[in-house]
């Protein structure tokens, strides 16, 4: 079994950058691809970000592009989200999740959550004005 554990969380204010981390363990992590999604009260959970399990690929929401980084470091079971000009709109929960199915896929692959085989539970990022 998976676990995934997300940090990295907390309260800053608009425009300030933050990085989020999520750590694996008990499963093959190097050949997973990873996934960053958020979600805010009442809404439904967002696709932010995803990583092939190489590196290689990378995708991103629309609403992130050109602001957040997705990265991973397969020799520390880690994956990260670098986000940097912030906003009160992006106040969220923010979950990682892993996909064990072998191979590389599209990005509208990788933003349905429902591929998703793993999640984390989950660290709050405040954006305040």
């Known amino acids: 079994q998976v676990q995934l554990v997300e940090s990295g969380g907390g309260l800053v204010q608009a425009g300030d950058s933050l990085r989020l981390s999520c750590a694996a363990s008990g499963g093959t992590f190097s050949s997973y691809a990873m996934g960053w999604f958020r979600q805010a009260p009442g809404k439904e959970r967002q696709f932010v970000a995803a990583?092939?399990?190489?590196?290689?690929?990378?995708y991103y929401g629309d609403s992130v592009k050109g602001r957040f980084t997705i990265s991973r470091d397969n020799a520390k079971n880690t994956v990260y989200l670098q986000m940097n000009s912030l906003k009160p709109e992006e106040t969220a929960v923010y979950y990682c999740a892993a996909d064990a199915r072998y191979g590389t896929y599209s990005g509208s692959y990788y933003s349905a959550p429902s591929v998703y085989n793993f999640w984390g539970q989950g660290t709050q990022v405040t954006v305040s004005s």
């Open positions: 990583i092939n399990w190489s590196g290689s690929s990378t």
